[in-house]
C-alpha cells in the first residue's frame, strides 16, 4: 500500500484569506481521490471529490494532476469554522490517506 | 440526512479480551470498510467489504482481526485478543454502489489496558 504525504503544518492563515494545500501520492493505481476535514477527536467528513478536471464547491477548489501525482485545496475568503485538520485520501478502494494538514484560521 | 452509526462509542477492555465493534452503515450503501486511527497518527484502513466477503485487507488487518455482516443492516469488525497496541479509534464507513465517496461514521474509542 503506497504512500499519500502531505505538509503537517499548522498553517496559520487570517481570515479572510486564501490558503492552499497540496498533497502527493504515489501509488499512479489509485482510480478516486478526496479532501476530508477532521476536527478534534471526529470522524472524517468528506468535503469534496477531486477531479482532473478540477471541482469547485463555493469557497472550495480541489485539483488532481494525474501527470504529477499531486493534489490541491484551495480555500478562498478563509472563515474561523474552516480551522480544522485537512485529510487528502485516495485509493481504488480503501482509502490511503496522509497524516493531514491542521489549518488554524486566526480572527 | 442519513448517517453511519457505530456503537459504543467508547470501550474499555483488558488485554487479551475479545471486543465486537458495531457499525450500522446507510441504508442502501453496499460496500463497507473499518479504518483505525492511533491518536495523533493518521487514519489507516484495515478491510473493506462487498457481497458478504472481503474485497481488499490491509497489512494491519491479521488473523486477529474479523469482519461480519450479521444481519441486512450490521457490520462488524471482532479483534478476538486485544493488545495495548490496538488502541485507537475505529471508523466504521460506507458508500453506494455508483459512488466512490465513502462516509464515515462518529467512531469507537478503544482503549486496551
Known amino acids: 500500500r503506497k504512500e499519500v504525504e502531505q505538509d503537517p503544518g499548522p498553517f496559520n492563515v487570517p481570515e479572510g484569506a486564501t490558503v492552499a494545500f497540496n498533497c502527493t501520492y504515489s501509488?499512479?493505481?489509485?482510480?478516486?481521490f478526496f479532501w476530508y476535514r477532521q476536527d478534534c477527536r471526529k470522524e472524517p467528513k468528506l468535503l469534496m471529490s477531486v477531479y482532473s478536471s478540477g471541482n469547485e464547491d463555493g469557497r472550495f477548489t480541489a485539483q488532481l494532476n494525474r501527470a504529477s501525482q499531486y493534489i490541491s485545496l484551495l480555500i478562498r475568503d478563509s472563515k474561523l469554522s474552516d480551522s480544522a485538520t485537512y485529510l487528502c485520501g485516495g485509493g481504488a478502494d480503501g482509502l490511503t490517506f496522509g497524516k493531514g494538514t491542521h489549518l488554524i484560521i486566526q480572527p | 440526512e442519513p448517517e453511519v452509526t457505530q456503537t459504543p462509542s467508547h470501550q474499555v477492555t483488558q488485554m487479551g479480551q475479545e471486543v465486537i465493534l458495531r457499525c450500522v452503515p446507510i441504508s442502501n450503501h453496499l460496500y463497507f470498510y473499518w479504518y483505525r486511527q492511533i491518536l495523533g497518527q493518521k487514519v489507516e484502513f484495515l478491510v473493506s467489504f462487498y457481497n458478504n466477503e472481503i474485497s481488499e485487507k490491509s497489512e494491519i488487518f491479521d488473523d486477529q482481526f474479523s469482519v461480519e455482516r450479521p444481519d441486512g443492516s450490521n457490520f462488524t469488525l471482532k479483534i478476538r485478543s486485544t493488545k495495548l497496541e490496538d488502541s485507537a479509534m475505529y471508523f466504521c464507513?460506507?458508500?453506494?454502489?455508483?459512488?466512490?465517496?465513502?462516509?464515515f461514521g462518529p467512531g469507537t474509542r478503544l482503549t486496551v489496558l
Open positions: 501509488n499512479s493505481a489509485s482510480q478516486s
Open positions: 464507513a460506507s458508500r453506494a454502489d455508483n459512488y466512490n465517496e465513502q462516509f
